[in-house]
């Protein structure tokens, strides 16, 4: 249960770094 619960927290910053990114890439082109 501890792994199913850790999963969502290490995704949520993730997905966030990796939106920023994308948008920080697709600006620039």
């Excluded at 501890?2 to 920080?24: D, M, Q, W, Y």
Aim: net charge positive; charged share 20%; proline share 7%.
């Amino acid at each position: 249960m501890e792994s199913k619960l850790f999963t969502p927290v290490t995704f949520g910053p993730l997905t966030l770094r990796n939106r920023t990114i994308r948008s920080a890439a697709f600006e620039s082109m």
